[in-house]
């Protein structure tokens, strides 16, 4: 696996959790004048966008994620979003985060699937902080952490070698390979399949820098060419005009990355009998792991820059409900499969030499919260996972 993945995978699953998460808070919104006390406004909007990506784009943080690293367990990046889902006064509970998640790394693992090369994963990246640049346009400090982060993405990833990029896409792939969670814009697009897997087009741009295929060449020893044979392809192909910008304004040409929630369309996702089954057959083994000091230890440098901010005084924070009605959240809470279900894990994550030995021992020990019922009022924290933290 490749030691450089982890920050294009965290940035890229972290742009499409602010897509979703903004295009719910601006649905279910009430302007200022009319909202009661437990409703959203525009203001409550931007200030948890605000939160979440000051949070994201920690200068700490983001030198933490930048090291040289292999990727660990879902389980183990699932843990480090949900904290970031609630850096601000916003609370999600069990279901919600669940469908967060699913449509998070399904939007990018079709995202991956199509990148015409695998340099294109960047311009991808790059799409992603380009949207989030957006959101806080009108805040010249957060602006300024995304920007640096910008920077160290080009001065990390421009001199890496196509080989390198390939063994990146490589990466990811595997780590999306057995999820295969249906999503209604895909499924309306007619792009995925009813059983979760993604139909990849067989026409349309070739990788910038290559051609059209329906043409061999043959050289000779000397390398001259010596003779030409077409062939048909039933796909049509055509020629980029260009190639994406990579520089910190620019037109990145691939529109893969872009919000795809800009217009209004609905968000749902479904489980599918296959994904069920794959889920089970991919349920992480309850004995010790032998990377568990690793995987710890990693949780711990991560979460310790994360610097969550707790709602004062009165404030309780707001719940923001993914589903269409509370009903409907409370019914993916009651049916989703067990094995889906991410437990919960009590990690005291500071930089302390005695807390990390301790989390070094955490595996064999780790006590399972039971799951927390749905609630349906402002001011609950429904899934706290970090409560050590």
Known sequence: MSART???????????MLYILDQRLRAQSIPGEKARKDEWTDVDRKRVMNDIITTMFNKKFMEELFKLQDLYSKKALRTVYDRLAHASIMRLNQASMDKLYDLMTMAFKYQVLLCPRPKDILLVTLNHLDAIKDFVHDSPGILNQVDETFRQLIETYSCLS???????????????QDMHIRVSIFLKDKVQNSNGRFVLPISGPVPWGTEVPGLIRMFNRNGDEVKRTEFSTDGNYVTPQREGSFDLYGDRV?????????VSRPVETHMSGSSKNLASHAKENVA???LAKEELNFLARLLGGLEI?????????????????????EHAA???????????INIEATQEPGRRAELSRILGE????????????KGEDLLALMDGL
Request: hydrophobic share 35%; aromatic share 10%; glycine share 10%.
């Open 288 to 290: 010790p792991n032998p």
């Open 6 to 16: 982890l920050p294009l995978l965290f940035l890229n699953l972290g742009g499409e």
């Open 366 to 377: 780790l006590e399972v919260a039971e799951p927390r019922p749905a609630s349906s009022g």
């Open 162 to 176: 196509d080989g390198e990029f390939q063994f990146i896409r490589q990466t990811l792939l595997i780590f999306f």
């Open 334 to 344: 009651l049916t989703r499969p067990e094995e889906l279900s991410y437990k919960v």
């Open 309 to 329: 901010k707790k709602p004062g005084g009165s404030e309780t924070g707001f719940r923001l409900n993914l589903f269409t009605t509370d009903e409907e959240e």
């Open 254 to 262: 691939l529109k893969l990355g872009t919000n795809m929630y800009s």
